[in-house]
């Protein structure tokens, strides 16, 4: 066994299998759905690498749905090498919000956002919490919000815009394979990997 399937295993053992409890029934979902999530999780991660965020490395990517998730990113996070400015907040909205704006893009109604949308807020509000001490009142944080919106929504359609074809590669990886690797995710979004290369998944 390589150390790749190493990695997936354990990832599955600790998030999939431990939320299989007597009272969750697995999620069967239709074509359209499930092209829908893996366009969703392949956008965030191209959003991850367009914006060049090294501090939250890709793990693991996968379409397969546990009690929490439909499909899910499942990333590292580098705290020593964070500076929690502005721009960082924007890119931790980006990232949040990436999946409904790929899908949009791609011309699905998107379904599968809403918990995105809550992670995006709370960020916002710890940015404006952390470094906008002379914001106070409900009118000017929500005006801040919408602001930080607008600039993430901004970031995420130029990365999409500008990584189309490889947005549709690591959608189609995700059907084929239903999980991936950072590390595959990462060569198919160089072009060093190919879909015809992309070893099937062997799992115990």
């Given at each position: 066994?390589n150390q790749g399937t190493n990695v997936i295993n354990m990832w599955i053992e600790e998030n999939i299998f431990g939320n299989y409890t007597d009272d969750f029934k697995p999620v069967i979902r239709t074509e359209q759905e499930l092209r829908e999530t893996a366009f969703h999780e392949a956008g965030h991660f191209i959003v991850n690498k367009a ?154």
């Amino acid at each position: 066994m390589n150390q790749g399937t190493n990695v997936i295993n354990m990832w599955i053992e600790e998030n999939i299998f431990g939320n299989y409890t007597d009272d969750f029934k697995p999620v069967i979902r239709t074509e359209q759905e499930l092209r829908e999530t893996a366009f969703h999780e392949a956008g965030h991660f191209i959003v991850n690498k367009a914006l060049r965020m090294d501090y939250m490395p890709i793990i693991v990517i996968t379409i397969v749905p546990t009690k929490e998730h439909w499909g899910v990113n499942y990333s590292d996070f580098i705290e020593e090498s964070i500076t929690k400015n502005e721009r960082y907040y924007i890119e931790r909205i980006a990232y949040a919000v990436a999946g409904k704006i790929a899908s949009e893009q791609m011309g699905f109604e998107p379904v599968f956002w809403k918990g995105d949308f809550i992670k995006a807020v709370d960020i916002a509000e710890e940015y404006i919490e952390k470094c906008c001490p002379y914001i106070n009142s409900k009118e000017e944080k929500e005006e801040k919000t919408i602001e930080l919106f607008r600039k993430a929504g901004q970031e995420v359609k130029k990365a999409i815009s500008e990584n189309k074809e490889k947005l549709e590669i690591i959608a189609e990886a995700l059907l084929l394979r239903k999980i991936l690797l950072g590390e595959e995710a990462q060569a198919l979004y160089d072009g060093t990997l190919t879909l015809e290369e992309l070893e099937p998944l062997e799992l115990d």
